[in-house]
């Protein structure tokens, strides 16, 4: 078994596409090996900002040889009426390189079994490996030099090793070589000896390959350097890849700033480390601390130039934020508001301030009816009065210098200037958390003002972009439909709220400047938002059969449905229920008259029926259905529905549709 190495190096990559090229390096050599039928163990993939590197393991030395049959001309026309061949079966077994003895005729055809030969493994990777490295695709692709071939930056080395022999290959202007490159700052023109050596060769040069070991010392470092001061360090998931993906050999560097920064929102000094410096803030005892980790791709202990360096960008981007954050605190938070009537919010639908005039009808419209009918809920004054201000206040930072600079901590930072505005405590959390959730993973809001002015805000921005034609696609997401959609979700369902979701479409629609019938669409849509977020954990047909009964009128209500028909365990309903469902498919129904039966069995499977009420204690409900099974049975024993007295036979199928009404209440059972 052999061991192939390719390592292409690059002029610094920029981040986002050494992802997507470590994805499409895995592809294109797995199609590749596949394709030829070369057997291999392993394909790893490792990229660092100045090189991307294969490392293929367990490779067989040589295809296996493979027999074929070919198919040839008819018999007559390869054979004359001797059983000589002919010009034509002459001229086949040459072109295939057979003897004229091993042809023989099949099913009135001449065939041919012939060996393709094995191909020997340096050859194929010779042919086929720079043909895979330049199909890698990414943005921003440029010519280089004066070369025709485009790639993101310019190539500086090739190295092509299987075992201990060199594969010479050419990428671009490139041939191959054992020679590698260290770290900048370390040894350069480095042998590989051994395709298995290639990490520990490289580690000895100041160069970690492997990205996933990459980023597992990054966050080791940073933890073991913020805890010689008693601090933890924040990092997200987007700020440890960009990481990962600009340094070779990441040391830590611990830095310090004024604390004066410290008194802008706390939420703003972050987002300019991680998001816009790439550095780590550091938190002790739960507070942001002057002090931050920026991660040096370097070699050496002289640090004096890398923090003075830092500290004056970071500066520069605070004193800005520090500028704008006195500026917008001269004037309250609410003062703000009226300028919301230059911003538009979507091209048709007016501008923010009618928005926010929407999402404050919407909110206490939809907290007078939770008062009405969730019983958690009781006339609360004061809690209507903070709904009705956040949902005022909620929008009004957009106008802000500051939101205009960091514009994804709106609501972060809305929050902090009511705070600064003297706003009640609870209007300050819901400004921040009607946002929430921020995607798939983040927490939902907290406390009910949030909860209510963002489930107001998300179906008022799901309608406005129907009502304005333009729903989401398989390529496009206008104003973040979907999440939005799935944020109401989440929220009632965390919640465990009792809201009409129905009903606040409808509103919400009628608020809307352009008015457009699709009522329909929209709930629709949130049907299957709700079904595609529930199916990570319910089966998807019990939640599609479960969706025929309004199942946005009460989301808590529709998945306390859906458990009871997960443990449906019950044979005979399911038969009777769709056996039902068949024979009325296409009738029409009307009322039951009892003066038509003429069997007993129809008066007792009516009375049964009328029996059975109606509740959310579906588990009950479900063992009143079973209940019925032997009368339903009885009932297409005895009676033969399609009777040719035309009476008889609509009032026995206004029967089975008064049935079906009942199963119906807990599931499409058509469906299961």
Same mark, same amino acid.
């Given at each position: 078994?052999?061991?192939?190495?390719?390592?292409?190096?690059?002029?610094?990559?920029?981040?986002?596409?050494?992802?997507?090229?470590?994805?499409?390096?895995?592809?294109?050599?797995?199609?590749?090996?596949?394709?030829?039928?070369?057997?291999?163990?392993?394909? @790893?993939?490792?990229?660092?900002?100045?090189?991307?590197?294969?490392?293929?393991?367990?490779?067989?030395?040589?295809? #296996?040889?493979?027999?074929?049959?070919?198919?040839?001309?008819?018999?007559?026309?390869? +054979?004359?009426?001797?059983?000589?061949?002919?010009?034509?079966?002459?001229?086949?077994?040459?072109?295939?390189?057979?003897?004229?003895?091993?042809?023989?005729?099949?099913?009135?055809?001449?065939?041919?079994?012939?060996?393709?030969?094995?191909?020997?493994?340096?050859?194929?990777?010779?042919?086929?490996?720079?043909?895979?490295?330049?199909?890698?695709?990414?943005?921003?692709?440029?010519?280089?030099? $004066?070369?025709?071939?485009?790639?993101?930056?310019? =190539?500086?080395?090739?190295?092509?090793?299987?075992?201990?022999?060199?594969?010479?290959?050419?990428?671009?202007?490139?041939?191959?070589?054992?020679?590698?490159?260290?770290?900048?700052? #370390?040894?350069?023109?480095?042998?590989?000896?051994?395709?298995?050596?290639?990490?520990?060769?490289?580690?000895?040069?100041?160069?970690?390959?492997?990205?996933?070991?990459?980023?597992?010392?990054?966050?080791?470092?940073?933890?073991?350097?913020?805890?010689?001061?008693?601090?933890?360090?924040?990092?997200?998931?987007?700020?440890?890849?960009?990481?990962? +993906?600009?340094?070779? $050999?990441?040391?830590?560097?611990?830095?310090?700033?004024?604390?004066?920064?410290?008194?802008?929102?706390?939420?703003?000094?972050?987002?300019?480390?991680?998001?816009?410096?790439?550095?780590? #803030?550091?938190?002790?005892?739960?507070?942001?601390?002057?002090?931050?980790?920026?991660?040096?791709?370097?070699? %050496?202990?002289?640090?004096?130039?890398?923090?003075?360096?830092?500290?004056?960008?970071?500066?520069?981007?605070?004193?800005?934020?520090?500028?704008?954050?006195?500026?917008?605190?001269?004037?309250?938070?609410?003062?703000?508001?009226?300028?919301?009537?230059?911003?538009?919010?979507?091209?048709?639908?007016?501008?923010?301030?009618?928005?926010?005039?929407?999402?404050?009808?919407?909110?206490?419209?939809?907290?007078?009816?939770?008062?009405?009918?969730?019983?958690?809920?009781?006339?609360?004054? *004061?809690?209507?009065?903070?709904?009705?201000?956040?949902?005022?206040?909620?929008?009004?930072?957009?106008?802000?210098?500051?939101?205009?600079?960091?514009?994804?901590?709106?609501?972060?930072?809305?929050?902090?200037?009511?705070?600064?505005?003297?706003?009640?405590?609870? &209007?300050?959390?819901?400004? @921040?958390?009607?946002?929430?959730?921020?995607?798939?993973?983040?927490?939902?809001?907290? %406390?009910?003002?949030?909860?209510?002015?963002?489930?107001?805000?998300?179906?008022?921005? &799901?309608?406005?972009?129907?009502?304005?034609?333009?729903?989401?696609?398989?390529?496009?997401?206008?104003?973040?439909?979907?999440?939005?959609?799935?944020?109401?979700?989440?929220?009632?369902?965390?919640?465990?709220?009792?809201?009409?979701?129905?009903?606040?479409?409808? *509103?919400?629609? @009628?608020?809307?400047?352009?008015?457009?019938?699709?009522?329909?669409?929209?709930? /629709?849509?949130?049907?299957?938002?709700?079904?595609? +977020?529930?199916?990570?954990?319910?089966?998807?047909?019990?939640?599609?059969?479960?969706?025929?009964?309004?199942?946005?009128?009460?989301?808590?209500?529709?998945?306390?449905?859906?458990?009871?028909?997960?443990?449906?365990?019950?044979?005979?309903?399911?038969?009777?229920?769709?056996?039902?469902?068949?024979? =009325?498919?296409?009738?029409?129904?009307?009322?039951?008259?009892?003066?038509?039966?003429?069997?007993?069995?129809?008066?007792?499977?009516?009375?049964?029926?009328?029996?059975?009420?109606?509740?959310? /204690?579906?588990?009950?409900?479900?063992?009143?259905?079973?209940?019925?099974?032997?009368?339903?049975?009885?009932?297409?024993?005895?009676?033969?529905?399609?009777?040719?007295?035309?009476?008889?036979?609509?009032?026995? =199928?206004?029967?089975?549709?008064?049935?079906?009404?009942?199963?119906? $209440?807990? #599931?499409?059972?058509?469906?299961?």
């Amino acid at each position: 078994m052999s061991t192939y190495l390719l390592e292409v190096g690059v002029e610094e990559l920029p981040y986002k596409f050494i992802p997507q090229a470590i994805e499409q390096l895995n592809q294109g050599f797995t199609k590749f090996l596949e394709e030829n039928k070369i057997k291999f163990d392993n394909i @790893k993939v490792y990229a660092t900002p100045r090189r991307l590197a294969v490392l293929v393991y367990g490779l067989d030395n040589a295809t #296996a040889d493979e027999e074929k049959i070919i198919k040839g001309p008819i018999a007559n026309i390869a +054979f004359d009426e001797n059983g000589n061949l002919t010009k034509a079966g002459e001229g086949f077994a040459k072109k295939n390189n057979v003897s004229p003895e091993s042809l023989y005729v099949e099913n009135n055809y001449v065939h041919a079994k012939i060996v393709i030969k094995g191909k020997n493994i340096k050859e194929l990777l010779a042919q086929n490996v720079p043909a895979i490295f330049m199909k890698l695709q990414g943005a921003h692709f440029m010519r280089w030099g $004066y070369n025709d071939e485009k790639f993101s930056r310019p =190539i500086k080395w090739v190295v092509s090793i299987l075992d201990r022999d060199e594969v010479k290959i050419k990428i671009i202007d490139k041939e191959s070589s054992i020679y590698t490159r260290g770290h900048r700052f #370390a040894a350069q023109n480095v042998i590989i000896g051994r395709p298995e050596d290639y990490i520990e060769t490289m580690r000895n040069a100041c160069v970690i390959v492997d990205q996933n070991e990459r980023k597992e010392l990054i966050i080791q470092k940073a933890k073991e350097e913020a805890a010689k001061i008693g601090a933890i360090p924040y990092y997200t998931d987007d700020l440890l890849e960009e990481v990962t +993906f600009i340094t070779e $050999y990441p040391v830590p560097v611990m830095c310090e700033f004024d604390e004066e920064f410290l008194t802008i929102p706390e939420e703003v000094t972050v987002t300019v480390m991680s998001s816009h410096q790439r550095y780590f #803030a550091l938190h002790k005892d739960g507070k942001l601390i002057n002090k931050f980790i920026t991660m040096a791709n370097y070699i %050496g202990t002289e640090f004096k130039n890398i923090k003075e360096g830092n500290v004056r960008v970071i500066k520069a981007r605070l004193d800005d934020a520090v500028f704008f954050f006195k500026e917008d605190t001269k004037k309250p938070l609410c003062d703000y508001v009226e300028s919301l009537k230059g911003v538009t919010f979507q091209k048709g639908m007016g501008t923010m301030f009618d928005k926010t005039q929407r999402l404050i009808k919407l909110s206490k419209d939809m907290f007078s009816d939770l008062i009405v009918n969730d019983k958690k809920f009781a006339q609360d004054e *004061e809690t209507m009065h903070n709904i009705e201000r956040t949902a005022l206040l909620c929008k009004a930072d957009l106008t802000t210098h500051l939101v205009f600079e960091f514009t994804e901590l709106q609501g972060y930072i809305g929050s902090d200037y009511a705070r600064v505005s003297g706003e009640n405590e609870k &209007v300050v959390e819901g400004i @921040k958390e009607h946002y929430f959730p921020i995607n798939a993973e983040s927490e939902t809001a907290k %406390g009910i003002e949030g909860q209510i002015v963002g489930i107001a805000d998300k179906i008022d921005t &799901v309608c406005a972009v129907f009502a304005a034609g333009k729903k989401p696609t398989g390529s496009s997401d206008p104003l973040g439909v979907r999440r939005a959609a799935l944020g109401v979700i989440k929220t009632i369902l965390d919640a465990d709220l009792k809201i009409d979701i129905n009903k606040y479409i409808k *509103e919400a629609l @009628k608020g809307l400047p352009v008015q457009r019938d699709c009522a329909d669409e929209v709930n /629709e849509f949130f049907v299957q938002r709700m079904i595609i +977020f529930l199916s990570e954990k319910y089966n998807k047909n019990i939640l599609e059969a479960c969706s025929n009964n309004n199942p946005l009128n009460d989301i808590a209500d529709y998945v306390k449905r859906v458990e009871i028909v997960s443990n449906l365990n019950a044979a005979q309903l399911l038969e009777n229920a769709n056996r039902v469902i068949r024979i =009325i498919k296409d009738s029409k129904s009307g009322s039951v008259n009892e003066q038509y039966f003429t069997e007993a069995i129809e008066k007792t499977l009516y009375d049964e029926i009328n029996s059975i009420k109606e509740t959310n /204690e579906y588990q009950s409900y479900l063992d009143e259905l079973e209940k019925l099974n032997p009368t339903v049975t009885k009932f297409f024993e005895d009676v033969l529905v399609m009777d040719k007295d035309e009476n008889i036979k609509n009032n026995r =199928i206004s029967l089975l549709s008064l049935l079906k009404e009942k199963y119906d $209440y807990l #599931a499409d059972f058509s469906k299961l």
